[in-house]
């Protein structure tokens, strides 16, 4: 459901989109090792805008619809190692931010798809947890020495999901229309977040498509 929201949410913006774009390491890399390497990762959305030539010509989100929220401070640090995650190994729900190989493969899909090699990356979660608000988290993540090194230029930010009262004070107008949109299709659905742990939807990638002319 998350997926699909963002998804209207991009066209509804005169964004074309795209989904599940897969990627991996080129087996010609130095430092691929088929058993980790072999099966391709992917990220939920990734939208183009055609009228628009700024750093947000392309967008790329990905969903973490996580039951139990999204803790952006507690991610990162697992991320450098500081704390551990229980279930799995979280460098692997971020292999294009936190893997060299696997930024490179991304960057590499994204611009044979798009064109671009700059585009701004989206975290889309169902909810916050933790302390601190939504600029300060874009901060944080986006001037981590290796996500800057792997995804150099590129803007890393959490949109606000709905509700989300305590952690207002980050709140953008893009924010408000996610909200809408989430309203009116929890609605629809009877409510609820489902998903599972590594975030994203079971289905193959399609076309480019877009909502009407904006």
Partial sequence: ?????VDDYLQFKGYFTTHNVRFKPSQHHPAFEGDQDRVSSDVDVVGLHPQRMDSERVIVVTCKSWQAGFNPRRKLDELRGDATNPKRETWRHFRELWVPKWSEAFR??????????????RIAVTRLQGDGDV???????SEDETIKANLDGVLIRFPNPPGDVGHSAGRTQEDACLERDWSARAASQGGGHDGPD????????????RCGAR
């Fill in 1 to 5: 459901m998350l997926e699909q929201i």
């Fill in 108 to 121: 590499d899909t994204v611009f044979e798809l798009t064109g671009e090699r700059t585009f701004a990356y």
């Fill in 135 to 141: 600029r300060e988290w874009t901060r944080t993540w």
């Fill in 198 to 209: 590594d975030g994203g939807s079971a289905g193959s990638p399609h076309p480019w498509i």
